[in-house]
């Protein structure tokens, strides 16, 4: 049986929402973010989430969502051929390490600070630092759907459960057709919002 330690209000959600996709049995653990030291045989980082399937175990929210693709996955969701493979690992790398840093550091600042609180630069370098990238990815949605040819995948998956990061933090992303349609799409599935607790 596979088991997800971590709640609604951690990256577990990205998790979830890959194993609703797949349609695997599984068991969440609620375990909320203050109790993450808990896990700590699991996950030494003792930080949500983190995966038990039988005797494997597994930290870092993406590689396990790389990997339950790859075990589980079946085309169109996790296709065949080693370029469309390829082609998911680069939107779920890039959404990580380009998209992921401004977006999380306008949460903190619009979020997760009190009222009033917010430094306005933090901000400003994020938006300056976000814009050109997500004109990257309309451009790598121009025409398209998916960001794979024909069918929603495992890349627009673990892309949008960054990017949907937009929503929360209040970046308006009208001169962006194309990804908001995308991200439309894509948190449109009911598999998305079970997975939010929604």
């Known amino acids: 049986m596979i088991k997800l330690y971590g709640n609604h209000l951690t990256r ?3 998790c979830l929402w890959m194993l609703e996709e797949l349609g695997l049995p599984y068991e969440n653990v609620a375990v909320d973010r203050e109790d993450a030291g808990s896990v ?3 996950n030494p980082n003792a930080k949500l989430p983190c995966l038990t399937d039988g005797d494997f175990t597994l930290f870092e929210s993406m590689a396990i969502n790389l990997y339950l693709g790859q075990k589980y996955g079946r ?3 996790w296709p065949d051929s080693a370029e469309a ?11 990580m390490t380009e998209a992921e840093p401004p977006l999380v550091a306008m949460l903190v600042e619009r979020v997760f600070k009190p009222q009033g609180m917010a430094d306005e630069t933090v901000i400003a370098a994020a938006t300056e630092k976000l814009r050109p990238l997500l004109r990257v ?3 790598s949605l121009a025409g398209k759907d998916w960001l794979l040819p024909g069918a929603f995948s495992a890349a627009d998956l673990n892309l949008a459960s960054v990017v ?5 933090v209040g970046f308006d992303i009208t001169a962006f057709p194309a990804v908001k349609a995308w991200l439309q799409r894509c948190t449109g599935r ?3 919002r079970k997975a ?3």
Not at 85 to 94: A, F, S, V
Request: hydrophobic content about 50%; charged content about 10%.
């Open 85 to 95: 493979i390829g082609l998911i690992y680069q939107w779920t790398l890039w959404g």
């Open 190 to 192: 009911p598999v998305w």
């Open 75 to 77: 085309p169109p969701f």
């Open 40 to 42: 700590s045989a699991i």
């Open 164 to 168: 949907y990061l937009v929503d929360l």
């Open 137 to 139: 990815l309309e451009d």
């Open 12 to 14: 577990a959600t990205r």
């Open 196 to 198: 939010h607790g929604i």
